[in-house]
Structures are given as structure tokens and as C-alpha cells.
């Protein structure tokens, strides 16, 4: 779609009804435009699909004496009443994990590692089941319900295939060649505790279990409490591939009170949520001495070199920024653009962000959904309202949609924001983006790593090298050229997670699994043993040594 196409398609399908709402800039039929993705005859609702048959065959293992509910984001309305769990609830299903724990890890790892590659098939065949509740729980456009079926598919895929690589016993040299005989082995930690968010349902739930599982242990999974059905729905199609019940317990509650009596009883924590909570998340596990492993915020930024495709930069500029409503902890919220190419990438980049379909449906064809609450969107608004009212400038979006749904916010673009205003450095985690320009490459390194966070960047360039090098300068964890977040994300052999205030450790590739493993070393001292022999008094037995090591350096021996 050209720009003007995308122009026209916005003005066609919304025209200037002021009852479309107006932005932060007050100006009606400038902003406010975002047309409405038409739902398609038939389509199913949530009564259709959150069914009293559904909630109760996944809730039935959950953990919990109490009662809460969830709601969909799409109309605020009720989706389900689920179980609640207390304090309690949450040590038997650690205790029924860790019994379940013992048989589990001595399944081969072969066997284990089947039951992943089975889920794959079972996702993949049953997607349209998931899809409607990831989009239901969170108010996601279906295509970026899509993103996490690829992702745990590819995942399960990963460590279905590789796992028995990562774990087997790996032979090293010992302290004495040939008399030292060295083998790692990897054993279980024994039961994973995992607090996953409400942003991502599926793939931050059981994609991080996943590895987990297949290193032999048992996982307590606390998910948030609005998402929580497509984390069940993902733990009944385990159990169907073949992972044993007991050895996947799942509990619901209130952040405050559930989450802190997971970290108080697991092996392992993995957490994935705001850099604050990760900080209390590692402080308790801290005081326990059990490990941890923190995907935490970011502050994201995007640099357009001169030399970048425009056109490609501006469409690529929309999936980074827009991709499930801004709520992305990869998402691009800093725009960096040469002052050469700004005020074009700028123009071509805001006609794609107002062209934009909005819509509720369970069907392909909306570009945007939701926001997932009233806090998320109170915080857009706060932070777009404050840095008008300070001087930026909006050049998309900046409305609230409720003629759509009750949290739907168009995707927004500022111009001109600056410091102390709040979205400059706050994590906004909604659809809001700030474009600012700089002149020269090293200026544009340091206005990207100027950030205490350090999760995700994406640098745009016709010149493939001299991204790879402006990439290598930028202090995050990933970094993706010619792209705003997927390619690195989606390249599972390799491990992602944040720098800085992003987080400790890492998710895919064998840092992804590894995590999850003791690392034991069994060293089997052979003829002779570390200590004066033969005859050798200590003098002449350091001089041996001595002797020998010079030799070993020789030799290139590692």
C-alpha cells in the first residue's frame, strides 16, 4: 500500500465524524481517524467459545480454594469464574509437584523431549482454539495471536529436537591429560516456580516452561489471572501429548499474595513482568540462594540511517511500534531517524499508523486490538496528554477509541518530545511511539544506549555491514537489522533476554535450557593421583608439575 492509497483508505473508511473522537491535539479529522476492521458474517463471540464445559476441564487441576474471574478487554465484560488460590493452595501443588518430579526426571530425556515435538503437532492442528482465547483474554489483533503459536511451536520444535544434545555427558580434559578422566552432567533443579504476564498468555507461559519440562523438571506456573485460560488450555494439550498432570500444577491469584509463595518454594524462578516487581522477585530469591532468571521492561529504540529504505523503514517501523497495541516488552517505543530522511519517514510513517484497521473480531483482518485494561490505558493517556501539553506534537493517533471498545487507544506518534517528559524514559507498554532525529552515527549510539534499560534495538540500513556494526555498539540483548523484533525473537538457537535493567539471564538456545539444570563435574583421577608419588618428595614433585604445565602450554592444550 502507498501512502496516499494508505491516506485515502483511512479518510474513505472514517471520513472526518468527529464522533470518531479527537486527539490529544484536539484537532477532529486529523487524528483520530483509525478505520474499523469490518467483522466478518458469522463471527464467533466469546460466549461461544468460553464456554461452562471449557472453564471447567481447565480449571480442573488448578490449585485453589477461592473463587476470582477474568474479563475480555474487548467489551470489559466477564469471561469466566475461576478458582482462586491462598497461600496454602500454593505449597500443596508445590508439594504434589515435587513428588511428581522424582519419576519425571529419570524419564530418558528422549522420551521427554517427545512429548514436546507431540504438543507441536497438537498446537498447530487445534491453533484456532487458542487463537480465540489469546484474543479474547488479551484484545489482540489475530495476527498477533499468530505470533504465539509460532513462537512456542518453534520452540517446542527447538527443544524437542535439541535438548538431548544439550543434556548428554559431555566429556572434558581433565586437570592431567590422560590421567584425569572429566564427565559435566546435568541433573534437574527439581521444581520451577514461573510467574508469567498477561501481555503474551501462551508464549511467556508454557513457551518458558517448555524447556523446563524437558530438563526433567516439575513447574509451579502462576499466570496472570486475566490470561489465564490459554495458559490452561496450553497445560491440557501437554497432558494430552503425554506430560504427566502432577508435574504441571498451576495457581491463580493476586501478584502480591501467589507470587511471592511461589518464589518461597521453588527451586528456580522465572519471571517475566516490570523491572520493579523483578527486583522484589530476585530479592526473595536471593535470600533463599536459589537461582533466577528475569525478563524485565525496555525502553526500545529503532534508528533509520540515511541510507535506509524509507518506505520499507516506515511499514517495518509500523509491526515494531503497533504489534500487539505497544504491549510488547521488545516493542519499539524511540525512533531515531536521520535528520535527512525524517520529515519523509515521518509522513510516510504516520499515513501507515492512521490507515490502521481496528477491531474486536475473532477473525484475520484487524491490523490493531486492544489494550488490555484500564491501567494500560490510563498510562497511554497520561503519557501522550503530558507531553502535549509540554510542547510535542502529535502526528498520528493520540485518541481513545470507545466507540470501538472500552480500552482501544489508536496508534500514536509524537514529534518534539524531550525530557522531563514522562514517555521520553518511562515505559509506556502501549501504542505510542517518539520520533527524534540526530545527525551523526556515534550521536545516534549514544542517544539509543542512553537508557537504563537494555532489552531490544533495531538498527534500518540498505548497508547490511555497517548495520551489523552500529548493532554491535547498541547495549541490548537482541538486535535486529532490517527488522524491528521477530528475526531475533523467532531465532530460538540463540538466547534472548535483556542488559542492564532488563533482566538476568537468558530464554532459547542452551542458555534457555541450561538455566534449568544443575551442572555437576565427576572427575575420575586415574594411575596416579595429584599428590607426590613414586618416590617424588614435594620439591621435586612441584617441579614436575612445573615442568609439565610449561609442556601442556606447548601443546596448545586447553
Known amino acids: 500500500m502507498t501512502d496516499s492509497q494508505a491516506a485515502e483508505q483511512a479518510t474513505e473508511m472514517t471520513g472526518t465524524d468527529e464522533t470518531a473522537g479527537t486527539g490529544a491535539s484536539g484537532v477532529p479529522g486529523v487524528i483520530g481517524t483509525n478505520p474499523l476492521a469490518p467483522a466478518p458474517v458469522g463471527a464467533r463471540t466469546a460466549a461461544d467459545v468460553v464456554t461452562p464445559e471449557l472453564v471447567a476441564q481447565l480449571t480442573k487441576g488448578v490449585a485453589g480454594s477461592g473463587r476470582t474471574a477474568n474479563h475480555t478487554p474487548f467489551t470489559g465484560e466477564k469471561l469466566a469464574d475461576l478458582p482462586e488460590s491462598t497461600p496454602e493452595d500454593v505449597e500443596k501443588a508445590f508439594e504434589r509437584a515435587r513428588a511428581a518430579q522424582v519419576a519425571w526426571g529419570a524419564t530418558p530425556v528422549r522420551q521427554r523431549a517427545a512429548v514436546l515435538l507431540r504438543f507441536h503437532d497438537l498446537v498447530l492442528a487445534r491453533q484456532a482454539e487458542v487463537l480465540d482465547l489469546i484474543q479474547l483474554e488479551t484484545g489482540k489483533a489475530r495476527l498477533h495471536a499468530h505470533e504465539e503459536v509460532q513462537a512456542v511451536v518453534v520452540a517446542a520444535r527447538h527443544y524437542g529436537r535439541k535438548a538431548p544434545a544439550y543434556l548428554r555427558p559431555k566429556r572434558h580434559t581433565g586437570a592431567v591429560p590422560t590421567l584425569t578422566k572429566v564427565t559435566e552432567l546435568r541433573h534437574p533443579r527439581g521444581v520451577v516456580g514461573q510467574i508469567a504476564p498477561w501481555n503474551y498468555p501462551l508464549e511467556l507461559s508454557v513457551g518458558d516452561a517448555l524447556p523446563a519440562f524437558v530438563a526433567g523438571n516439575a513447574v509451579v506456573m502462576k499466570p496472570d489471572t486475566e490470561t489465564c485460560l490459554t495458559a490452561l488450555w496450553a497445560r491440557d494439550l501437554l497432558i494430552e501429548a503425554g506430560l504427566p498432570a502432577e508435574v504441571f500444577q498451576v495457581v491463580l491469584g493476586d501478584g502480591p499474595v501467589v507470587g511471592p509463595e511461589v518464589v518461597k518454594h521453588a527451586d528456580y524462578v522465572s519471571f517475566t513482568g516490570s523491572t520493579r516487581t523483578g527486583r522484589e522477585v530476585a530479592q526473595g530469591a536471593a535470600a533463599r540462594l536459589v537461582g533466577v532468571s528475569l525478563e524485565l521492561g525496555g525502553k526500545n529504540a529503532m534508528v533509520v540511517l540515511e541510507d535506509a529504505d524509507i518506505d520499507k523503514a516506515a511499514a517495518g517501523a509500523v509491526r515494531a511500534c503497533f504489534s500487539s497495541a505497544g504491549q510488547l516488552c521488545i516493542s519499539i517505543e524511540r525512533l531515531y531517524v536521520h535528520e535527512s530522511i525524517a520529515d519523509a519517514f515521518a509522513e510516510r510513517f504516520a499515513a501507515r499508523s492512521r490507515a490502521m484497521r481496528l477491531g474486536t473480531s475473532l477473525a484475520y483482518g484487524a491490523d490493531m486490538g486492544s489494550l488490555v485494561g484500564e491501567r494500560q490505558l490510563e498510562t497511554v493517556a497520561r503519557h501522550v496528554e ?173
Not at 535486529?480 to 535483556?498: C, D, F, I, K, R
Not at 563435574?521 to 586415574?526: D, I, Y
Not at 608419588?533 to 609442556?551: I, N, P, T
Open 386 to 558: 503530558e507531553a502535549v501539553a509540554k510542547g510535542a506534537t502529535v502526528l498520528a493517533g493520540g485518541v481513545a477509541r470507545p466507540d470501538i471498545g472500552p480500552y482501544f487507544y489508536e496508534p500514536t506518534i509524537l514529534d518534539g518530545v524531550e525530557a522531563p517528559m514522562a514517555v521520553c524514559a518511562e515505559e509506556t507498554f502501549g501504542p505510542v511511539v517518539s520520533l527524534y532525529r540526530f545527525t551523526t552515527e556515534d550521536e545516534v549510539v549514544e542517544l539509543a544506549n542512553a537508557t537504563p534499560y537494555g532489552l531490544n534495538s533495531s538498527v534500518w540500513t540498505k548497508d547490511g555491514r555497517r548495520g551489523r556494526a552500529v548493532a554491535a555498539r547498541l547495549r541490548t540483548g537482541t538486535v535486529n537489522v532490517n527488522e524491528g523484533y521477530a528475526p531475533a525473537y523467532g531465532s530460538v538457537q540463540s538466547p534472548m533476554g535483556g542488559m542492564k535493567d532488563s533482566g538476568l539471564g537468558r530464554r532459547h538456545g542452551s542458555e534457555g535450557i541450561l538455566k534449568y539444570t544443575e551442572a555437576q563435574t565427576v572427575a575420575h583421577q586415574r594411575l596416579l593421583p595429584m599428590a607426590p608419588s613414586l618416590g617424588m618428595d614435594d620439591e621435586k614433585y612441584a617441579a614436575f608439575m612445573s615442568r609439565s604445565l610449561k609442556v601442556m602450554k606447548a601443546f596448545r592444550l586447553r
